[in-house]
């Protein structure tokens, strides 16, 4: 099965924006839950503090998504590649 450009990239987009939204979600839960996690100490004037969270769990989801994207497909392409070395 050969991959390609337009399957890899939509693979990759929709792994982040599913972590983007897992991620806010688990950020949301976390503002809600301890909210003194997220004032940020070196501001001038406070912070919304649901919003930092979620901001940053939003951040953070993008990033494991879309590495677990990219490492789905590297590990597809080595599966692929052991198969036809065989």
């Known amino acids: ?3 390609s450009v337009e399957c890899t990239f939509l693979d990759i987009s929709a792994s982040a924006l599913a972590g983007m ?3 806010g979600l688990f950020g949301y839960a976390a503002g809600h839950f301890a909210p003194e996690v997220f004032i940020l100490e070196w501001k001038s004037k406070p912070n919304d503090q649901m919003g930092t969270a979620v901001l940053l769990g ?3 989801g993008v990033m494991c998504g879309g590495f677990l994207g990219v ?3 590297m590990a597809s392409l080595a599966w692929q590649w052991l198969l036809l070395n065989n």
Do not use: T, W
């Open 58 to 60: 939003a951040f953070g």
């Open 71 to 73: 490492f789905a497909i």
């Open 21 to 23: 939204l897992l991620g």
């Open 1 to 3: 099965m050969k991959i």
